[in-house]
């Protein structure tokens, strides 16, 4: 966990300048280094030319569209947020474009789901920029967001980032996001259409749905009957040819948007009547609220052959021409009113009994026409819900009614488009269009709001959540969403400040969920500046955008304009206390920390220092200039947020010249050791001097209970007899649970990510060298595997992006960190997404206590002897019967066992991929022992020598706890450290912390031989020197020693050694795509474990396809 040595915390967060891209990022880190865009930069491309169009728009939007973001920054304060020109400049002079998929058909008119849109974008401080995408398209999208990098320097023509380093993992999370275009009611020119598509690929929108006809009018040319369109458009001209419906489609495409068109029927088709007035019904009737939703009215004829000629007639000649450039064709569908049968000759009736069959015979007719041309249809919800239409499984459903729509939708197992109108109307709350007359109507509609007020403003689009209140099966079924603008009261001139930056708010939704990476749903605070910027890049290039805010809001501080009524709630607290923690500036610790030591009672430190003189020795003190050990404090927390607590221990033991020294922060005495010698009795030879301590057990008791982590004295002594039988060695060299989780993990591996359901087809071929975060897998295939090790159930997280149990458990784990870290603030964290995730957490495991529990003592023993449904937890249950024992122990072992393997295997691809002659010996190790194919048994795991020279050297540089802390549980002493040479013991006063590092002793040079051919530097990754070398006794303790030493750090290195084996049986390169993140020099984040900060992003190649692979 994080080195809980700080007994205070900030009180004040600086707010840090915000990189304001828009959608947010699945995974985003950026530095605050400035780099120069170079007007003549080097940009290499290796995949389709469809992106060279792509790359000029982008390079114009920052050359040319000159943003500079002076109504973004305070006022005045605009030459504090841009770099100093008369400074060295840094400049970006390369940009790699890597594409490692090739594009199919499919990529350019995909249903949903068939096109990766996934990229990688890194930023270095040396300026090199790398996009990396499997797709063209996802180069486009990368592009976009490599434009939101910049700005223009208001001091001339200078283009910079404030942002380096960048590193960027992104991919939608919906695969449908879109717009609803309607241009029936009101007409727009294809420039007006344009121009949608270009905001909308800069916002990583990819679905323009028009709706083509109406009621109203009938604009798009059918070559083969001219007089639909000319009789049925406003206007002769106005209208859409063959050529304008083929330029918007490529259009579109290029910038990676599909265009789909909907011809709504068999309501709404009023038009049709101007030039086929015999297949229409109730045109233009009045009173038009009789016969349909607003005039005119219209409908065709459900039982005239006539209506199937004409409509064969249109899809023959429409159809043909929209396949090249899409994969759907809406074939409309809402708000049929059956009253207007009643008008129809062929059948004078409105009931659903005379209706439906009709209505039926009609939708099969058409969809078998789109299918025919290649297309999947798309209906309107009304057709399977009210009229119980049957449509084909591979119909997609729009759904706008709102309520439990999509639920019922999904429900039964239809596709869905979701466009709530009671979120995602862009016409509502504009006033009511049909004029009153005197009277009853003007006194009934007064004051004259129309049908779906209020106004949804971005707040309350940005707010909607598709899949709310779904279970996981039918959240899948959910492709997207669409903003609808239906036209009755918008027109070209109107159109942008009534689309933007409004259809943003969705499109981030869309792209970037409603919640973020920790659950929790994104916030209007963070999200107002960013999308305030958005907005002002619209403008910037021509969009008529409307304001987010007043500029006195989007100058100042976010929280200026914010309303905050009553207590805060438990989102902003939590932002606060995580500002404190990562965002604090140097200032205002120094200024701070001050008021905080008023409280201090120095004579107790007097005393203190006194009784230590008097008992022996103590240890160098750490140079503190300032009093009270603000410098220390300073630098552990600065540490802390920068991720640098190895720096930050290199500098106590430089700045002491010592491995053991000491401190006070606030009067509270310290000691820090990194000595072998100290370590040793902290851990064993004075195991009983030193404990957890009490307040370790507060700090940790609501997420660990009293288990064998939190707990000392007979407590922890009763766990540990509890757990240790069940990891004897017969169940730890079972690797049947291991087994069976590895081809789910090569599927994952495949796909680039956690696959979307079991049955997700995944092209292995295509996944050879894709790149994928490894180490995000691994801490799902780990939790898998533990929980299937432990209770006997697989919660599937490796094919499930988003499981209840798996980011309950993660969301648990992450307030407990936010917590510890914030020290006296620990009171002010809200615990409200930590209670719900422990509920959570609490269902899933009790059900399978209880489970246990109904087990007889004879029946438990059964299992525990026998193989089958065989689990860690029945062999507890053999030994008690205490639901919060068995509960606290199973949480408590269920942390280890996915964090310590899954965090240890991270880094030991993240060294391979840069160790490709390890890699070669590891393989060449592994095949010669079993093969390609065979699974490999316990026994061969630990005959691999190299393998397990590769583990140890892993957890040499990388231990899995690499700080850690003990409490002095009465006077007593440490062996070494005091003295002039420090060699004598020193004293150590009861509730003193002592603060230890494994990290630093295990590559502490003093305790290793020469640098040599055959002996690397400490700080190397080095497998080959454990074959000639082994460490002494204490100076490797990679999971902890003497009576607290991992019990299950067998059970650990043979999953470890088990998924390795089977990784490089299948694979025989790994690729790393570290350097251009991190630049060589790893990020070390010491939370619960020690874990890759940014991840670990590498491509596996297969043995047969490695040398085909691009390198």
């Given at each position: ?194 121009r949608t598509i270009d905001s909308m690929a800069w916002n990583k929108m990819n679905i323009l749905h028009v709706h083509v006809t109406d009621s109203q009018s009938w604009p798009i040319e059918i070559t083969t009957m001219p007089e639909v369109a000319k009789k049925g458009a406003y206007r002769p001209d106005l209208t859409y040819s063959p050529k304008d419906i083929e330029l918007i489609q490529k259009y579109a495409i290029h910038r990676g948007v599909e265009v789909y068109f909907e011809i709504d029927m068999p309501g709404h088709i009023g038009a049709v009547a101007l030039s086929h007035p015999e297949l229409i019904v109730a045109y233009n009737e009045a009173p038009y609220y009789w016969w349909c939703a607003e005039p005119p009215c219209g409908a065709f004829k459900l039982n005239d052959s006539r209506v199937d000629d004409f409509l064969g007639k249109v899809f023959d000649d429409l159809l043909p021409r929209l396949a090249p450039y899409s994969a759907y064709f809406h074939t409309g569908g809402d708000e049929l009113n059956a009253n207007d049968s009643m008008l129809d000759p062929g059948i004078r009736a409105n009931s659903t009994e005379v209706l439906q069959p009709l209505l039926q015979k009609f939708i099969d007719t058409q969809h078998a026409r789109v299918r025919k041309a290649g297309l999947t249809p798309i209906t309107w919800e009304e057709i399977p819900t009210d009229w119980n239409v049957t449509i084909g499984k591979d119909v997609v459903v729009q759904s706008w009614l709102g309520g439990d729509s999509v639920k019922t939708l999904t429900g039964n197992g239809h596709k869905v488009i979701d466009s709530n109108y009671n979120f995602w109307y862009l016409d509502c709350g504009r006033g009511q269009w049909i004029t009153m007359a005197n009277g009853l109507a003007y006194d009934t509609f007064y004051p004259f709001g129309d049908w779906c007020d209020p106004y949804k403003g971005w707040r309350l689009i940005y707010s909607y959540d598709p899949t709310a209140n779904l279970t ?640």
């Open positions: 966990m994080l080195s809980p040595l700080l007994p205070l915390s900030l009180l004040l967060a600086a707010l840090q300048p915000v990189s304001a891209i828009w959608p947010a990022p699945q995974n985003y880190t950026k530095g605050n280094s400035s780099l120069f865009l170079h007007q003549n930069i080097e940009i290499t491309y290796n995949g389709a030319h469809i992106v060279y169009g792509g790359i000029s728009r982008a390079l114009a939007s920052i050359f040319d569209i000159n943003f500079v973001p002076w109504m973004l920054k305070k006022r005045g304060g605009l030459s504090n947020f841009e770099p100093n020109l008369l400074k060295g400049q840094k400049w970006v002079r390369k940009l790699e474009i890597v594409q490692t998929g090739k594009d199919t058909s499919n990529t350019f008119k995909p249903l949903a789901g068939q096109v990766d849109e996934s990229y990688n974008l890194t930023l270095s401080v040396d300026g090199f920029a790398k996009l990396t995408a499997v797709s063209s398209t996802g180069v486009l999208r990368g592009l976009e967001t490599f434009t939101q990098l910049f700005y223009h320097h208001s001091g001339g023509p200078f283009w910079y980032t404030p942002f380096a380093p960048v590193a960027i993992q992104d991919a939608p999370k919906f695969p449908h996001r879109g717009i609803l275009l309607d241009v029936a009611r009101s007409w727009f020119a294809v420039k007006d259409i344009l996981e099966d039918e959240a899948k079924l959910v492709l997207g969403g669409e903003v609808a603008v239906w036209t009755e009261t918008i027109d070209p001139v109107t159109l942008d400040s009534i689309i933007w930056p409004r259809a943003s708010a969705a499109g981030e939704v869309l792209w970037s969920g409603r919640t973020d990476a920790t659950g929790q749903n994104r916030s209007q605070l963070d999200a107002t500046p960013r999308l305030a910027e958005m907005r002002e890049r619209l403008v910037a290039k021509g969009i008529g955008a409307s304001p987010v805010q007043m500029i006195f809001c989007t100058q100042g501080d976010p929280t200026d304009c914010q309303l905050v009524l009553g207590r805060k709630s438990d989102h902003i607290k939590m932002g606060l206390v995580e500002q404190l923690l990562e965002h604090a500036s140097v200032k205002t610790v120094l200024l701070t920390a001050p008021a905080l030591l008023l409280g201090l009672f120095l004579c107790n430190i007097a005393w203190q220092d006194w009784r230590i003189g008097r008992m022996g020795l103590r240890p160098p003190k750490v140079p503190n200039k300032l009093p009270f050990g603000l410098d220390f404090i300073y630098k552990n927390i600065r540490g802390s947020m920068t991720h640098s607590e190895l720096a930050f221990w290199h500098w106590v033991t430089s700045s002491t010249k010592s491995w053991t020294s000491e401190t006070r922060i606030v009067g509270r005495r310290i000691i820090l050791t990194t000595d072998p010698e100290n370590i040793k009795a902290i851990l064993a030879t004075q195991f009983h001097d030193y404990g957890k301590g009490e307040p370790f057990h507060r700090e940790w008791k609501g997420f660990l209970g009293d288990s064998i982590f939190t707990t000392d004295g007979e407590v922890w002594h009763a766990s540990r007899q509890l757990i240790r039988p069940q990891f004897i060695r017969d169940r730890v060299s079972d690797l049947h649970c291991f087994e069976s989780h590895m081809s789910v993990l090569f599927r994952a591996i495949a796909n680039g990510g956690a696959l979307n359901g079991e049955d997700q087809f995944v092209d292995m071929e295509a996944g050879n060298g894709k790149p994928v975060d490894i180490g995000d897998l691994f801490f799902r295939y780990t939790l898998d595997a533990a929980t299937d090790f432990l209770l006997g159930k697989d919660i599937k997280s490796l094919s499930t992006p988003r499981q209840e149990f798996a980011e309950a458990f993660g969301e648990a784990q992450r307030v407990q960190s936010v917590a510890v870290r914030a020290g006296p603030l620990n009171g002010f964290v809200p615990r409200g997404s930590f209670k719900k995730s422990m509920k959570v957490i609490d269902e899933f495991i009790n059900q399978y206590i209880e489970q246990a529990l109904r087990l007889t003592p004879a029946e438990l023993e059964g299992k525990a002897k026998g193989d089958s449904g065989y689990t860690f937890l029945h062999e507890l249950a053999i030994f008690t019967r205490d639901r919060k024992v068995l509960h606290d122990q199973l949480i408590a072992v269920l942390l280890a066992g996915r964090d310590t393997t899954a965090s240890t295997l991270s880094w030991t691809i993240y060294e391979l991929a840069r160790h490709p002659e390890a890699v070669a010996k590891l393989r060449a190790e592994i095949l010669s022992v079993v093969g390609t194919d065979r699974a490999p048994t316990y026994e061969d795991l630990k005959s691999m020598k190299y393998l397990q020279n590769v583990m140890n050297e892993t957890l040499r540089i990388y231990p899995v706890v690499p700080f850690n802390i003990r409490l002095a549980l009465k006077d007593t002493t440490l062996p070494r450290g005091g003295g002039p040479n420090q060699d004598q013991p020193l004293v150590v006063l009861k509730d003193t912390s002592i603060a230890y590092s494994t990290l630093v002793m295990q590559r502490r040079k003093d305790l290793y031989p020469p640098v040599s051919p055959t002996f690397a530097d400490t700080d190397v990754f080095s497998p080959d020197r454990w074959f000639h070398w082994q460490p002494k006794p204490w100076q490797y303790i990679p999971f902890n020693g003497g009576p607290r030493i991992c019990i299950g750090q067998q059970f650990a290195l043979t999953e470890m050694g088990y998924v390795l084996t089977r990784l490089f049986q299948r694979y025989e390169r790994v690729e790393s795509y570290m350097h251009e993140i991190d630049g060589g020099r790893p990020n070390l984040k010491a939370e619960i474990v020690l874990q890759p900060l940014d991840g670990v992003r590498v491509a596996f190649w297969e043995a047969t396809k490695a040398k085909s692979g691009n390198a």
